[in-house]
Antibody, heavy 122, light 108 residues
C-alpha cells in the first residue's frame, strides 16, 4: 500500500523559514516523480513544486520560485520542501503527492499524503 | 499556463439523483485530465484519469468523458458519501499542473 506521511508543519513568523518532509513507503520511490500541492484555508488546490525521480529536474510555481526548494533523499525515501521568506499567503495545508508514470512521463497525482499545516503569522 | 474552469461552483442534488459536473480547459489538454474528490478534513482522492478511466477502487457510478477542452464527471446515483468537493486537473502541459477551482456537491 502506498503511504505518504508529511511532517514538519507549524507556526512560523513572516519572513521565517521552515522545512517540511514527506516519508514515502509501499512503492519504488526512485521510480516516481513527486510534487507538493497546497491548499489555503477554504480555498482550492494549488500545485507548488515538482521533483523528478532522479532529482535531475525541479519545477516551481511562480508564487514560490526563488523562495522554496524541493529535494529528495532516496536513501530515506523522503521528499523535502524548504520554505524561506515565508509570507502570510503561504499559509496552507501542504500535501505531498506521487505522480503516476506512463512510459517515463509524469501524469496525474495518483496518491496523496494527509497533509501538514503551515501557518505564517506573527 | 492552462486555466481550468469548473461549473457550477455548487451543485445541489438529492440522494439517488444524477450529478453532472463540467470542466473546461483554456486550450486543448487532449485526454490528460484527472478528477479528484475531497471531503472535509481529508486529502484529495484520485477518481478518474485519462479523462475517462476510473482509478483503482472507484465505484462504477463515477464516470468521466470528454477530450480537448470540454470534460464531464457524472455520478449516476448519488450516495451519501459522494457529497464532497470535486476538482479537475490537467497534466498535458506542465509545469504548472493546474486545477479547476472545484465544484461542491451538496445535499438538496
Amino acid at each position: 500500500e502506498v503511504q505518504l506521511l508529511e511532517s514538519g508543519g507549524g507556526l512560523v513568523q513572516p519572513g521565517g523559514s521552515l522545512t517540511i518532509s514527506c516519508a514515502a513507503s509501499g512503492f519504488t520511490f526512485s521510480s516516481h516523480s513527486m510534487s507538493w500541492v497546497r491548499q489555503a484555508p477554504g480555498k482550492g488546490l494549488e500545485w507548488v513544486s515538482h521533483i523528478s525521480s532522479t532529482s535531475g529536474t525541479t519545477y516551481y510555481a511562480d508564487s514560490v520560485r526563488g523562495r522554496f526548494t524541493i529535494s529528495r533523499d532516496s536513501s530515506k525515501n523522503t521528499v523535502y520542501l524548504q520554505m524561506n521568506s515565508l509570507r502570510a499567503d503561504d499559509t496552507a495545508v501542504y500535501y505531498c503527492a506521487r505522480l503516476a508514470i506512463v512510459r517515463g512521463v509524469p501524469q496525474n497525482f495518483d496518491s496523496w499524503g494527509q497533509g501538514t499545516l503551515v501557518t505564517v503569522s506573527s | 499556463e492552462i486555466v481550468m474552469t469548473q461549473s457550477p461552483a455548487t451543485l445541489s442534488v438529492s440522494p439517488g439523483e444524477r450529478a453532472t459536473l463540467s470542466c473546461r480547459a483554456s486550450q486543448s489538454v487532449s485526454s490528460s485530465l484527472a478528477w479528484y474528490q475531497q471531503k472535509p478534513g481529508q486529502a484529495p482522492r484520485l477518481l478518474i484519469y485519462g479523462a475517462s478511466t476510473r482509478a483503482t477502487g472507484i465505484p462504477a457510478r463515477f464516470s468521466g468523458s470528454g477530450s480537448g477542452t470540454e470534460f464531464t464527471l457524472t455520478i449516476s446515483s448519488l450516495q451519501s458519501e459522494d457529497f464532497a468537493i470535486y476538482y479537475c486537473q490537467q497534466y498535458n502541459n506542465w509545469p504548472p499542473w493546474t486545477f479547476g477551482q472545484g465544484t461542491r456537491v451538496e445535499i438538496k
